[in-house]
């Protein structure tokens, strides 16, 4: 079940990406933000601060369901 739940997420990701870029190429303008994770600790990234924001509540998002898959397993 959870592995499903996994490609489906993949899947999804890959159908926002490119959404996102026919929308920016259609618009003109382009804006990005992302996160890394090292370890416990995140690093936010992003051309404007609605965007760092975004992606900041986009990772907090990603880790809650990432400790709901998981947890129990260890």
Known sequence: MSRAI???LV????????VSLLQSF??????LGGVLMIGPIPIVFGSSPEMAV???????????LSFLLFRGRY
């Not at 899947?11 to 490119?18: D, N, T, V």
């Open 54 to 64: 975004a992606s900041m509540l986009l990772a907090m998002a990603m880790m809650a």
């Open 11 to 18: 899947i999804l990701g890959l159908i926002l990406i490119a």
């Open 6 to 8: 996994g490609w489906l």
């Open 26 to 31: 259609a618009q003109g303008e382009t804006n």
